[in-house]
């Protein structure tokens, strides 16, 4: 179903055992196709026979003949059958495809794996056996289990889906900066160059600098500008002011244009940089428009994943607001914020226990005011960095208590930075959601309310549900029942798997900024 409650024109049917990888519905997806539709974008290709080439469905190129087309769910099932891709269109400027699922455990061992292949900070290893073991052995299965179920479901193995992201994000950065081939081979993944050439050429048949435009457009002085498309409706105006209400003076600022800027610290490969960005969004193309510090550049690929995460940007809500458009009617274009650092959302959560999002975005301040390190930047508003994990990790003793923090938020503030420093706790989009929660409340001072916000916002989760949430019983109406958090989780029920999306659209309908409890 769509957002509006109508029948979606892509609904994929059953699989069958003759048929174990999932199809959609081609004559559907050609309708799709013949409107040019954005809502569709990155949700299936389309491969034409005659030029050997697949599109995106927003494509403007003349509609193909029917009987030219094929049709995709992912790119890589379009490369794999040897398409290649649009040099118009550019499939790699498409949101990816999100298939959730909290019931078939076939289904969400493969959303697992995409997610953890998606983040380019993993792609660092470019030895296949050892990156398809390292993955197999974080999901806890064998390397020969996961490729049949991967194989199963999307049709290509995990390594050709992996090559496939790595080749177009290379095309990206090939199209739209002027980094060396040598500098945009590394940071897509590729351990040299001569194995970035031969991947281009084998699956693009041509050159890496055949692809290169005469003049890259997407440098200038002040950084390096890409785009990154996303399916409407998306409610622009909502996002910017969620992420406006929590701002912290010297690391982020939103103008009146607007553009949101913000400075960011990345440690990769054994080593920390530092940098800012800036994001406006181009509501007439569905896309946003990112421009990143040139102190950043090499690190470009896991930028545009933190990015897309941290404004949703991949967000499918024709399949969300099939679940969630009758009690929310007014929230289709809502999405779930997220934050570029994981673990700066972390501690914010843990400031904004039981008080209002305005006090807590002052002990923030305070926070960022004693421990964030300087930067310079071209912008006056940007000048420092939100704290390291490894300094909060030493703030003891009083050095916390005296910006006005509690003790029992002092205490997980510290638990919380220890186990990001110190044991390697995951806070992003390819963490393992239910044993990180589970570490999370282990911690001291960090309840359900606040591990359920992390995963919902940092660890990217769509079924979160802080069910102890105040202004939640407000906006739901439970506040005043016996056990007003049972009676929500209960009414929650019928949202999944998109319980972040409900809550974030209860908290619109009700206006209110929730001050979260931890009990």
């Known amino acids: 179903m769509s957002e509006n409650g109508q029948s979606d024109p892509c609904t994929r049917p059953t699989m069958t055992a003759m048929n174990p990888i999932p199809r959609i519905d081609d004559d559907a997806c050609y309708r799709a196709l013949c409107s040019h539709d954005a809502r569709f974008d990155g949700r299936f290709f389309t491969a034409v026979t005659s030029t050997g080439i697949y599109c995106r469905p927003v494509c403007r190129v003349r509609t193909p003949r029917r009987e030219n087309c094929r049709f995709f769910e992912h790119a890589a099932q379009a490369e794999h059958a040897g398409f290649r891709p649009c040099l118009r269109c550019r499939p790699e400027l498409a949101p990816l495809e999100r298939h959730w699922s909290l019931e078939d455990a076939s289904t969400i061992l493969v959303q697992q794996a995409t997610l953890w292949l998606d983040d380019p900070q993993h792609w660092l290893d470019d030895d296949a056996g050892t990156m398809s073991e390292r993955l197999a052995a974080r999901l806890g299965v064998s390397d020969r289990h996961l490729r049949r179920v991967f194989e199963d479901r999307l049709g290509v193995s995990p390594l050709q889906y992996l090559l496939t992201r790595k080749l177009l994000t290379a095309k990206q950065l090939l199209a739209d900066t002027d980094m060396p081939v040598t500098q945009i081979a590394l940071a897509s993944g590729f351990a040299s160059v001569r194995r970035f050439n031969a991947a281009f050429v084998e699956h693009y048949r041509l050159n890496p600098t055949q692809l290169r435009r005469e003049t890259a457009r997407g440098h200038t002085d002040q950084g390096t500008t890409v785009r990154l498309g996303y399916r409407p409706p998306y409610d622009v105006a909502a996002t910017l002011a969620f992420f406006r209400q929590r701002m912290i003076e010297g690391v982020a600022f939103l103008d009146e244009q607007p553009r949101l800027g913000q400075t960011l610290r990345m440690d990769l490969g054994g080593k920390s ?50 679940v969630l458009h009758s009690p929310f009617p007014s929230g289709d274009g809502l999405r779930v914020p997220g934050a570029l650092d994981g673990f700066e959302l972390a501690v914010r959560a843990v400031l904004g226990q039981q008080i209002t999002v305005a006090a807590a975005r002052t002990l923030a301040q305070r926070l960022v005011n004693k421990f964030g390190e300087p930067i310079d930047t071209p912008f006056a508003q940007l000048t420092r960095l939100f704290p390291t994990p490894a300094v909060l990790a030493q703030a003891e003793g009083d050095a916390l208590g005296q910006l006005g923090i509690v003790k029992q938020r002092q205490a997980a503030i510290v638990a919380l930075a220890r186990g990001v420093a110190e044991q390697g706790l995951v806070l992003n989009g390819s963490a393992d959601v239910p044993a990180t929660i589970t570490a999370l409340k282990a911690l001291p001072g960090i309840g359900d309310w606040t591990a359920q916000y992390i995963a919902m916002r940092a660890l990217r989760w769509p079924d979160a549900f802080p069910a102890g949430d105040v202004a939640l019983h407000n906006a739901l109406g439970v506040r005043d029942l016996k056990h007003p958090a049972r009676e929500a989780e209960a009414a929650s029920l019928a949202w999944k798997p998109w319980r972040s999306y409900a809550v974030i659209r209860a908290w619109a309908a009700g206006q209110v900024a929730s001050p979260g409890v931890d009990l």
């Not at 406006?280 to 946003?288: G, I, K, P, V, Y």
């Not at 933190?306 to 399949?319: G, I, K, M, N, S």
């Open 273 to 322: 940089h530092t940098g800012w960005l800036l994001a406006e969004f181009d509501e007439t193309r569905h896309q946003l428009v990112l421009r990143v510090s040139d102190s950043l550049r090499e690190l470009l690929p896991p930028v545009i994943h933190r990015v897309r995460a941290a404004f949703d940007l991949d967000a499918d809500p024709t399949a969300i607001n099939a």
